[in-house]
């Protein structure tokens, strides 16, 4: 079964939503028959490479946002956080341009094309922004994170700067924020199961469950037992032959 996962790293919701789904998958009992890849998304690519602010400021001003809402947020968004493990530290965001971290995600798929090493840098990124304070724009930050996930330092450097394999790599970002647009992806997380269902948001472990569950049986069909009316109880089977032999 394929998942397919938008999300934006400048995006606490994206950092509960995926740790949490990864928490589900990872006890799914087909979790080695499943494949997972990341995709791109932007919530604000106008802001330049760093916003002289706090993400309070960053929300006040370019979202119209009034303080006192933005700070009932951050407290909705901590808790939901804690529940995960996870400690955002909203004073400490440094508020910056998330492409070039993208650009190196999607380096990190090319190097690895199973995907794990996009997961670890996915999961650096969204720690080393909301919990660590560090600017997911800063060339070296991002080359230090990719080298720690295991991707090539060399690679990593190149994908952060200015060359024509960057470039590249910027369309493919792109690419992945044209694709969400076309699905109607309007907010992120967001995960599309099998290349046919949707689920929006950071979703409760028990719908994550269901929505594996359900999915993996649609794929994966299988016969069921007749009921024979007046025979309740009765064995529904009788002797048969199989790759072993006949019994």
Known sequence: MEIDIWSDIACPWCFIGIT????VLDGFEHRD?????????????????????SEADYLAERKGMPKDQVEQMFGQVRAAGESE????????VQ??????????LHAARVED??????????MALLKAH????ESISDPDVLVRLASEA???????????GDSPEAHRLDQAVQNDIALAGQLGIQGVPF???????????AQPAEAFEQALGQVWDELHPRVQPLAVPGLEGVEASGDVCGPEGCA
């Not at 493990?85 to 400490?92: E, N, V, W």
């Open 20 to 23: 949490r789904f990864q928490r």
């Open 33 to 53: 028959e499943v494949s997972v890849r990341l995709h791109s998304y932007q919530l604000d690519p106008s802001l330049p490479e760093s916003f002289d602010g």
């Open 85 to 92: 493990g996870i400690t955002l530290d909203f004073d400490s």
């Open 95 to 104: 508020v910056a341009n998330s492409r070039r971290a993208h650009r190196l």
């Open 113 to 122: 094309e199973g995907g794990d090493t996009a997961r670890r840098l996915k």
């Open 130 to 133: 909301f919990t660590d304070g």
């Open 150 to 160: 295991g991707m090539d330092s060399d690679t990593a450097r190149i994908a952060v």
């Open 191 to 201: 995960f599309v199961l099998a290349n046919k269902y949707g689920i929006s948001g």
